[in-house]
RNA sequence: GCGCCUGUAGCUCAGUUGGAUAGAGCAGCGGACUUCUAAUCCGCAGGCCGCAGGUUCGAAUCCUGCCAGGCGCGCCA
């Protein structure tokens, strides 16, 4: 999750007809405002994309959806925020807020709507309101920007304030009342959501009125499955483990089965520099930013890096380590592979032998124990995507192309010695089945990286 | 106090239905480039798999209890 404390930015990926349409394996051969990710969430987007990637790939029809917690009390507290940080640009003295932002950003957005927008004969209600729209919108357009340079994108961007105005929240309270799960108590609403699995029971409409945030939850959630999608896969940061109990029970509440949705909670990065830990706070900390890290190591290096480790495992991150690790990064390593053979099918070009679209009476010729344990493992390819759609542990891609990497660069370094040991031989017939061999490879590899949203470049 | 997650090599992490001598990368040491790309390969060294019990023919994996760290327990978002 996307978590500034202004924001909460959900990423939810519906997967519609779960398992119906499958594809076969072998068709598939073929000073303006920076970025403010804060580094605990950055993982997040690269994981959640991959597992869309995989689930499309195997497929799954897949529709993600970015949606922004945009109602309410944080919006209006960006907007003070924002004001309260112009104001202090004549004023030393202006207040901040209590429960205000305090990142740097702020100071940002607050530099560049000044510049936009004359606010000095607004009446603070009105500057705030203003602060609070545009600060919005240009947090939204960092994060596209941000998504696109990380080669992320989404089908569909929904607002909880658009809920809101669509009346589906008094709607979905209406169905929750008609089955007889609320009940007023001091001047609130709540839902009967200890009676499906949840510690206690929660508000859903405050007494002054306004909704709860959960309140949109359910309804969105609960929309998603009108629409027809028959599974639904949040991302969250680990910190709210602890909502998920109450979504499902809501959503129980409804007959829906508690296995429709899925939540993985990514857990926090913890971030190192010179020795020491950079503490992460969502409002007042000091943000490395995801711009920062695709400056430092590459969009390949930092899907790579993220996709190196289970969900579920926290990661600590070394900062010297991971910019200097732009030589080093195992994506190279994979990469390098896909390079390699490239190079191999160019010599044999070069030499008159292309590689044939079939191995029909020279798969003989492929005896080493090395080749065969290439071909083991890339027989392994489709039944781990398969794996990989149920368990959503995205994370086992990268090491399996390590591990098929590792398999072609012992078997091309055997080359070195041994002449007759290369794929390109004096043996016209042993080439032409070694050539089918490695460009197997080569195919599994590219998919694999397209699937991580890695490139695969034909020389390095 | 209660709940969830984590604890595996010096460091960062894999280890998915319980199965043979527990793996990879980085860091360290020693080797391999007149050759299809050395961003590669080969070798050495490095482990009471947090601790203690239990289940099992067999446990890093399952159960219980501890210890350590992270996160969460509002008419907050």
Redesign the pocket.
């Given at each position: 999750m996307f978590w500034i404390?202004?924001f909460?930015l959900k990423m939810i990926m519906a997967v519609a007809k779960w398992g119906v349409t499958r594809k076969s394996w072998w068709n598939l051969s073929a000073p303006t405002p920076r970025v403010r990710f804060i580094w605990v969430t950055a993982e997040v987007p690269p994981s959640a994309d991959t597992l869309c990637r995989i689930l499309s790939f195997c497929g799954h029809q897949v529709v993600r959806e970015f949606y922004v917690?945009d109602a309410?009390?944080?919006i209006r507290m960006l907007g003070e925020s924002i004001w309260a940080r112009m104001k202090q640009k004549e004023n030393p003295n202006f207040v901040f807020p209590e429960n205000g932002y305090h990142g740097d950003y702020i100071l940002d957005l607050a530099d560049t709507i000044a510049k936009e927008i004359d606010l000095s004969s607004k009446n603070p209600d009105e500057a705030v309101a203003l602060c609070a729209q545009d600060g919005k919108e240009m947090m939204l357009t960092e994060i596209q920007r941000a998504l696109d340079r990380f080669r992320i994108n989404f089908d569909v961007w929904s607002s909880e304030e658009d809920l809101h105005a669509s009346g589906l929240l008094d709607q979905t309270l209406d169905s929750i009342q008609a089955k007889g799960h609320l009940y007023d108590?001091?001047?609130?609403v709540w839902i009967k959501t200890s009676q499906f699995g949840d510690?206690k029971d929660r508000?859903i409409r405050?007494?002054?009125g306004?909704y709860?945030?959960?309140a949109s939850d359910i309804a969105y959630h609960l929309e998603k499955h009108r629409r027809g999608f028959t599974k639904a896969i949040n991302i969250w940061g680990?910190?709210?483990?602890?909502?998920v109990p109450r979504v499902k029970a809501a959503l129980l509440s409804h007959g829906i089965p508690e296995n429709w949705l899925s939540v993985l909670?990514i857990?926090?990065v913890k971030l190192w520099e010179n020795g020491q830990e950079l503490r992460m706070s969502k409002r007042a900390g000091s943000f490395v930013t995801l711009q920062e890290l695709l400056d430092e190591v590459g969009v390949d290096a930092a899907r790579f890096v993220f996709l190196?480790?289970?969900h579920?495992?926290?990661?600590?991150?070394?900062m010297d380590?991971i910019k200097k690790q732009d030589?080093?990064n195992?994506v190279?390593?994979v990469q390098?592979a896909h390079?390699?053979i490239?190079?191999?099918i160019?010599?044999a070009a070069s030499e008159g032998i292309a590689v044939l679209d079939h191995i029909d009476g020279i798969s003989e010729k492929l005896a080493l124990k090395e080749e065969m344990a290439i071909i083991r493992t890339m027989s392994e390819f489709p039944a781990l995507l398969e794996?990989i759609s149920k368990?959503l542990?995205a994370?086992?891609l990268t090491?399996y192309l390590?591990h098929l990497a590792?398999s072609f660069?012992?078997?091309?370094?055997?080359?070195?010695?041994n002449?007759e040991?290369?794929?390109?031989t004096e043996d016209k017939t042993l080439t032409q089945a070694r050539l089918i061999l490695v460009s197997g490879v080569k195919i599994v590899i590219a998919n694999g990286l397209r699937l991580l949203g890695v490139s695969a470049?034909?020389?390095?």
């Open positions: 404390r202004s909460r917690n309410g009390l944080q108590r001091e001047g609130a510690d508000v405050k007494s002054d306004q709860t945030y959960f680990a910190d709210h483990h602890g909502y909670l857990q926090l190196t480790k289970s579920d495992s926290p990661l600590d991150v070394d380590l030589s080093d195992p190279y390593y390098y390079a390699r490239c190079s191999i160019r010599k794996d368990t542990e994370h086992r090491y390590t590792a660069h012992r078997y091309f370094n055997m080359g070195l010695k002449s040991l290369r794929v390109v470049p034909e020389k390095m």
